[in-house]
């Protein structure tokens, strides 16, 4: 059964952090996602950043295919429909994505862990609208985190330097049209938790976006015109011992004409620092936890043991 889970918190990033802090707690201790309004991000700004990937997307196959890096794990440029699989899945999500990751200078303590990215020579002004939303992303971004300290009883700043050149990626989302040689059982995004600390996602108001319940049922997440999804990822579910959740969610196929058409979207996947040590916080853990805390593990080395899981490493 799927329907609207009525109790995910909307809230304005307008707002004092303080005034949204426990709302935010609260939802994502509940369901792991939130919806955020007036997030910042300028609305010309994702109307280009929208036509440059659609410009993208619509190239042949051959000079799209240009752009794939091999043994890259898909970290930047193109990665071809039919590569990707959710972790346990037999069949691979109806998707293809462009990656664009941070920049760093080659003398840069942290360059070994980011590869450089590539730019389509094809798509005038894409390199400068992405490196535009990409900083934009990261604003939005370090707000919701400031958000998350305040109700975890944090130093505001707490996440700052744990982000800090972080290994955060934007992807450019494409689900084609629904042709009658989809595998049988094959869906847009099968089900799967996020990997990194916490996603930012624009283009989810079409219908398809669900999330599992704590009670194992699907629930329809429903975006107002111009709100930005957020949801707690597997770092972030680490740090805090479970007290905020990395919801297993999926993207459903839709029925009728919508099948017929493409489905666009943008997910900022944040990222901590690779050398960051994930260890749970000891304000998380308590005595009366069913299970020991999870082991000490860097982001790099957790980011790249599920990157396997996935079929991108």
């Known amino acids: 059964m799927t329907d609207t889970a009525p109790d995910i918190a909307i809230v304005s990033l307008d707002k004092p952090l303080e005034d949204i802090a426990d709302e935010l707690g609260r939802s994502f201790a509940e369901y792991g996602f939130a919806v955020i309004r007036d997030h910042g991000i300028p609305q010309d700004l994702i109307d280009r950043a929208e036509a440059s990937s659609k410009a993208f997307f619509a190239l042949p196959e051959e000079v799209k295919r240009s752009y794939r890096i091999e043994g890259g794990g898909g970290a930047r440029g193109y990665t071809p429909f039919g590569t990707e699989k959710a972790k346990d899945a037999e069949i691979f999500d109806l998707k293809e994505f462009w990656h664009v990751g941070r920049s760093l200078p ?11 990215n590539v730019w389509p020579d094809e ?53 084609p049209p629904l042709g009658p040689d989809a595998p049988e059982g094959a869906i847009r995004a099968a089900a799967h938790g996020d990997i990194n600390t916490i996603t930012l996602l624009l283009g989810a108001e079409e219908a398809g976006l669900e999330l599992l319940t704590k009670a194992g049922e699907w629930h329809a997440i429903d975006v107002p015109p111009g709100g930005l999804v957020i949801n707690v990822g597997d770092m972030l579910e680490r740090l805090t011992n479970c007290r905020l959740r990395s919801t297993t969610h999926r993207v459903v ?4 004409p919508a099948a ?28 009366d936890d069913p299970d020991p805390p999870a082991e000490s593990i860097t982001a790099h080395d957790f980011l790249q043991q599920r990157l396997r899981e996935i079929n991108l490493a």
């Open 123 to 175: 798509i005038a002004g894409f390199r400068e609208t992405f490196s535009e939303l990409y900083a934009a992303f990261e604003h939005a971004g370090s707000r919701v985190l400031e958000a998350i300290a305040l109700h975890l009883g944090l130093d505001r700043q707490f996440f700052a330097a744990t982000v800090e050149d972080g290994n955060s990626v934007m992807r450019l989302l494409h689900y």
């Open 260 to 287: 017929l058409r493409s489905r666009y979207s943008m997910p900022f996947f944040l990222h901590f620092r690779p050398d960051y040590l994930i260890e749970p916080l000891a304000s998380c853990v308590s005595a």
């Open 253 to 256: 196929n839709p029925r009728g």
């Open 106 to 116: 080659a003398d840069h303590p942290l360059a070994q862990y980011m590869a450089p």
